[in-house]
T-cell receptor, first 115, second 111 residues
Framework: DTAVSQTPKYLVTQMGNDKSIKCEQNLGHDTMYWYKQDSKKFLKIMFSYNNKELIINETVPNRFSPKSPDKAHLNLHINSLELGDSAVYFC??????????????FGPGTRLTVL | RKEVEQDPGPFNVPEGATVAFNCTYS??????FFWYRQDCRKEPKLLMS???SGNEDGRFTAQLNRASQYISLLIRDSKLSDSATYLC????????????FGTGTQLKVEL
């Protein structure tokens, strides 16, 4: 059973389009995250949700809008895609948001290419 | 200055070698420390947490020096399967469980 799953695995699209990436975790965790890993392999947090509420927003352009319909799902919608959005997007989850020792479990990633 | 700094490598070592990776972090209020491993085109996975007293997991030993804001990872008896990128990760605490990643150190273990 996959603990943290993401769809799609690959996404190739034209500049200016709008696209969504979906994430689901079956670990019963309260907290979910979106990370971006750029072409230089630098992994940086974008958003964090705890039990459907936004708790971290790392000055990401407002073209990126996360949505959490329930605590097991965190989706990422991106409007007006730009070339610089090309990256691998990882979803992750952890048991809570309050314990700094909680392990974060990552999904397999979605490789987004904007042409 | 980056919040978490690592030597990007690559470190090319023969099988059986001992290799050490170092990492420094800039925020003295950081609360938790980890090493994650990332294989090519895969997701990061927790390798081990790092404690001030030092901790060991099989061939892997991690150390934290809070005074120097320095974290290390030692791999003994390297295996081909250890080839990966090792990410130094810091949690600043303060709610939100926000992880800050270093850029990673690439290890290649060769025959």
């Amino acid at each position: 059973d996959t603990a943290v799953s993401q769809t799609p695995k690959y996404l190739v699209t034209q500049m200016g389009n709008d696209k969504s990436i979906k994430c689901e975790q079956n670990l019963g965790h309260d907290t979910m995250y979106w990370y971006k890993q750029d072409s230089k392999k630098f992994l940086k947090i974008m958003f964090s949700y705890n039990n459907k509420e936004l708790i971290i927003n790392e000055t990401v352009p407002n073209r990126f809008s996360p949505k959490s319909p329930d605590k097991a799902h965190l989706n990422l919608h991106i409007n007006s895609l730009e070339l610089g959005d090309s990256a691998v997007y990882f979803c992750a989850s952890s048991l809570t948001s309050g314990a700094s020792t909680d392990t974060q479990y990552f999904g397999p990633g979605t490789r987004l290419t904007v042409l | 200055r980056k919040e978490v700094e690592q030597d990007p490598g690559p470190f090319n070592v023969p099988e059986g070698a001992t290799v050490a990776f170092n990492c420094t972090y800039s925020n003295s209020a950081s609360q938790s420390f980890f090493w994650y491993r990332q294989d090519c085109r895969k997701e990061p996975k927790l390798l081990m947490s790092v404690y001030s007293s030092g901790n060991e997991d099989g061939r892997f030993t991690a150390q934290l020096n809070r005074a120097s804001q320095y974290i290390s990872l030692l791999i003994r008896d390297s295996k081909l399967s250890d080839s990966a990128t090792y990410l130094c990760v810091v949690n600043r605490g303060g709610g939100g469980n926000k992880l800050t990643f270093g850029t990673g150190t690439q290890l290649k273990v060769e025959l």
